[in-house]
């Protein structure tokens, strides 16, 4: 199974932008690269995905490797309502996601 | 609003019960999950159903029981089987059983008595 290398932790200044490492070495051709966040007590949310161009939506961008083997999420400016635990997962089989520990982001105001 | 709804929020088993979590969505999503999550850790996939009347083991299925006969509901049971329930349960849905983003409920806290 492909897996993903997280950052246990990060911090951010509110208003700055944020750049959210994920590593994915073994990622294979068809395996799609998703981000989920989990605010405390609450289900994860969807935030973006992408295959290999970069994506942009209303909520962050994603940079994709030409390798593919490590991916960046970006949130432009960060907000205190940002402050969650980032999850990269790469889905392969169409459907299948694997959710490591993921990244646990502080903003501070 | 559309979304999915968990029941309830907070569930307390005695030693030897059975306990069902009730998941409902409004989404019209062929595709719902269960998945589990223990502190500081990531999910893990206990049951998934592609479509009505249907359904598959995830990667940790032992103890737990769900059954399909709605398109809007996905309920799962925690046996008595499960040795250690006490964990997070979030049920997601997706409109169809693919790469499509997964739509989470807001969980429900199982402990045991």
């Known amino acids: 199974d492909a897996k993903t290398t997280q950052p246990n932790s990060m911090e951010s200044n509110e208003e700055e932008p944020v750049h959210l490492p994920c590593n994915h070495s073994t990622i294979s051709g068809t395996d799609y690269i998703h981000w989920y966040r989990q605010l405390p007590s609450q289900g994860p949310e969807y935030v973006i995905h992408?295959?290999?161009s970069n994506v942009n939506n209303r909520m962050a961008s994603l940079a994709i490797a030409e390798d593919r083997k490590s991916s960046t999420l970006i949130l432009h400016r960060a907000t205190l309502r940002d402050a969650a635990v980032y999850y990269c997962?790469?889905?392969?089989?169409?459907?299948?996601?694997?959710f490591g520990a993921g990244t646990r982001l502080t903003v501070k105001p | 609003d559309g979304g999915i709804t968990q029941s309830p929020k907070y569930l307390f088993r005695k030693e030897g019960q059975n306990v069902t979590l009730s998941c409902e969505q409004n989404?019209?999503?062929?595709?719902m999950y269960w998945y589990r999550q223990d502190p500081g850790q990531g999910l893990r996939l206990i049951y998934y159903?592609?479509?009505?009347?249907?359904?598959q083991k995830g990667d940790i299925a032992e103890g737990y029981s769900v059954s399909r006969e709605k398109k809007e509901s996905f309920p799962l049971t925690v046996t008595s089987a499960q040795k250690n329930p006490t964990a997070f349960y979030l049920c997601a849905s997706s409109i169809d059983y693919s790469n499509q983003p997964q739509h989470f409920g807001d969980g429900t806290r199982l402990s045991i008595l």
């Open positions: 992408g295959l290999t």
């Open positions: 159903s592609q479509i009505v009347n249907d359904f």
């Open positions: 997962i790469l889905r392969y089989n169409n459907n299948d996601m694997r």
């Open positions: 989404l019209n999503h062929d595709a």
